[in-house]
C-alpha cells in the first residue's frame, strides 16, 4: 500500500529564464511544502525526462541540485505516459520495501527554452526515424491519422471533437495556474488554424513551460493523503504505422489490469483524469476504457457529464489542451488535479466529494497505457 | 535468400517498397533481421507491388522544418498493402479511406518518396 501524501503544481505556460531544473525545483519544493518534510524525510526519487535537458542521468542531476542524497533513485522514458509510471514506479517502490518516501518530479522549460519548429521536430521524433520522419510527419498527423480512422468507424464528428476543447477550457477558467483561460466555442474550435487534418489549432494542447511533483509515502503522513489503490499498463506498439488498430488500443486492457488491483470496478469511479495531448486522444481514451459509449464521448460533454458538477467530472484543472503540456509535468498537472479533487482541496474547482479516481494516460501514439486508481483517505 | 540490397527501397533513395515475412505466415514492413512474431532468423526480404487500401489519411498543414514547409499543406496516409503489411506514405489529396490505391515515387524535399493515387485508371 502507498500513499499520495503532497503535490506541488506549478502555472504552466511561459516561465521566461527559468530552466529545466528551476521548473523542477519550484514543482519539488512545493510538493514537499504541502506534505510538510523536508529534504532528509526523502529516501527515493524518481524523475521523467526533458527535452530541453537531455542527461543520462537526470535524477542525480536533480538530487545533487536540489539537495537531495536519495538511497533509490532513477528517470523514466514513456512520453506522455511517463508521469503515471512514475507514480506506479513509486507505488512499486514503496511496496518492494526499496524506499520509504519517494518525491516524484518533472518540468521543462519546453515552450521558452527552444524555438517551436525544434519542439516539434523532437516531439516527431517518436515517429519512425527510417519509415515515417522522413514523410514530414508530425505528432498531431500522427494523431489525424488515428482520428481519421476513428471517425470513419465510429459516429463521430469535427464537432463533436471540438466539445472536449470546450470542456477544459471552460474548465480551466477556474484555475489560476492555466496557459488558456479564455472560453472558447465549437464554432471557434471548428475554424481554427488547420494543422493537420481533421486535427485543428484548438484540437491540440498547446507547448508550455512548467513543473510538477508529488511525494508517495508507506504511512498516510499528514492530512492529505490520497491512497494509490490499483496500477495497470499496456504497451501495444511504438509507431502508428506498426498499430494493430487505430480504434483498440491498450488503454481498456491497462485500465482492466488497475481497476482488478484495485479490487474496485468502473461504475464505482466517480473522478476521471484522462490524458487529453489532443481531442482525438481524449475521445477514444475515454470510449475505449468505457467512460463514455462509442462515439458519444462529445456528446456526454456538451450535456454537462463531465463537468465539474457532472456525473463524472473530467479534467477539472483543463488539462493538457487549457492547463497546459511540458512534457512530463503534463499527466502530472491531472493527477495534482486529482489528489487536490479527492482531498477537497480544490477550490472553487472543487467537485463535490470524489472518493475513487481513475487516471489514464498515453504516451507516443497511444503507444503505452498506464492507469492508477486513487483513493480518499 | 535475400538481403533486400537488390531490391527497389524507397528508404534507400530507389523507386520501390520493400517488406518482409516469415515462413510462420507474419509480414511486415520495418526491416529487421529476424521475424518480430516467431523469432526466427531467415525472414523473406521482397519486393511489394506497391497496391493496397487507404486505411487512414490526415492533410499536414504544418511542416516540421523549414525545407518541408513549401509542400504543405500534402497528403499523408496510411496504406494496407496487398501483401499483408500497412505503411506509412504520401498520398493524393483527393484520398478516401477505403480507396484501392497504387504508389508511385515522388521528390520530398530531396528524398524520396511513395505517393499513391487512386488505382483503377488503367
Not at chain 1, 32 to 39: F, M, Y
Not at chain 1, 171 to 178: K, L
Not at chain 1, 221 to 231: A, F, M, P, Q
Amino acid at each position: 500500500m502507498s500513499w499520495i501524501v503532497g503535490v506541488g503544481l506549478t502555472p504552466y505556460g511561459k516561465h521566461p529564464g527559468r530552466s529545466t531544473l528551476d521548473l523542477m525545483s519550484d514543482a519539488a519544493a512545493a510538493a514537499l511544502a504541502d506534505a510538510a518534510l523536508g529534504r532528509e524525510d526523502v529516501d527515493g526519487l524518481i524523475c521523467g525526462y526533458s527535452t530541453t535537458l537531455p542527461h543520462l542521468m537526470l535524477s542525480t542531476l536533480f538530487a545533487e541540485h536540489f539537495g537531495l542524497r536519495p538511497t533509490y533513485a532513477h528517470a523514466m522514458q514513456l512520453g506522455g505516459a511517463t508521469g503515471f509510471a512514475m507514480a506506479m514506479a513509486a507505488h512499486l517502490a514503496i511496496e518492494s520495501g526499496a524506499a520509504r518516501r519517494l518525491l516524484v518530479v518533472a518540468g521543462e522549460n519546453r515552450l521558452t527554452g527552444q524555438s517551436r519548429d525544434v519542439a516539434v521536430q523532437t516531439l516527431a521524433q517518436v515517429g519512425h526515424a527510417v519509415y515515417e520522419v522522413p514523410l514530414g510527419a508530425t505528432i498531431p498527423a500522427y494523431y489525424g491519422l488515428v482520428a481519421s480512422r476513428y471517425m470513419h468507424e465510429h459516429d463521430t464528428s469535427e464537432a463533436d471533437l471540438a466539445e472536449l476543447a470546450v470542456l477544459m477550457r471552460a474548465h480551466a477558467a477556474t484555475h489560476p495556474g492555466a496557459q488558456f483561460r479564455e472560453p472558447i466555442t465549437v464554432a471557434d474550435v471548428l475554424a481554427s488554424k488547420p494543422v493537420a487534418s481533421p486535427m485543428k489549432l484548438l484540437d491540440c494542447c498547446p507547448v508550455s513551460d512548467g513543473g510538477a511533483a508529488f511525494v508517495v509515502a508507506r504511512e498516510p503522513l499528514g492530512e492529505r493523503c490520497v491512497k494509490i489503490r490499483g496500477t495497470g499498463q499496456a504497451h501495444t506498439h511504438q509507431h502508428v504505422s506498426a498499430a494493430a488498430s487505430l480504434t483498440e488500443f491498450g488503454a481498456a486492457a491497462s485500465v482492466r489490469v488497475a481497476l482488478a488491483r484495485a479490487g474496485t470496478m468502473l461504475s464505482d469511479i466517480d473522478y476521471a483524469a484522462i490524458y487529453d495531448s489532443f481531442t482525438i486522444t481524449l475521445t477514444i481514451l475515454l470510449e475505449e476504457i468505457g467512460l463514455a459509449p462509442r462515439g458519444r464521448a462529445g456528446r456526454l460533454a456538451r450535456e454537462g457529464y463531465f463537468s465539474r458538477d457532472g456525473r463524472l467530472p473530467l479534467n477539472t484543472h483543463g488539462g493538457l489542451l487549457s492547463y497546459g503540456h511540458c512534457g512530463v509535468g503534463g499527466a502530472m498537472a491531472h493527477l495534482v488535479e486529482a489528489h487536490l479533487q479527492l482531498t477537497r482541496r480544490a477550490g472553487a474547482r472543487q467537485a463535490g466529494q470524489p472518493r475513487l479516481a481513475l487516471l489514464h494516460g498515453d504516451g507516443g501514439v497511444l503507444s503505452s497505457h498506464l492507469s492508477l486508481v486513487l483513493e480518499a483517505a | 535468400m535475400s538481403t533486400g540490397h537488390d531490391l527497389a527501397d524507397w528508404t534507400r533513395g530507389e523507386a520501390g517498397i520493400v517488406y518482409q515475412r516469415c515462413g510462420c505466415g507474419a509480414a511486415w514492413y520495418f526491416r529487421r533481421a529476424f521475424c518480430p512474431r516467431c523469432g526466427r532468423l531467415d525472414p523473406q526480404t521482397v519486393q511489394a507491388s506497391g497496391r493496397g487500401t487507404v486505411y487512414a489519411s490526415s492533410l499536414n498543414h504544418r511542416a516540421p522544418t523549414e525545407t518541408l514547409r513549401p509542400y504543405a499543406p500534402y497528403l499523408i496516409v496510411l496504406v494496407d498493402a496487398e501483401e499483408g503489411f500497412r505503411m506509412m506514405a504520401h498520398g493524393d489529396r483527393t484520398l478516401r479511406i477505403g480507396e484501392r490505391v497504387q504508389a508511385r515515387f515522388v521528390d520530398f524535399g530531396g528524398t524520396l518518396v511513395p505517393y499513391f493515387e487512386k488505382a483503377e485508371k488503367k
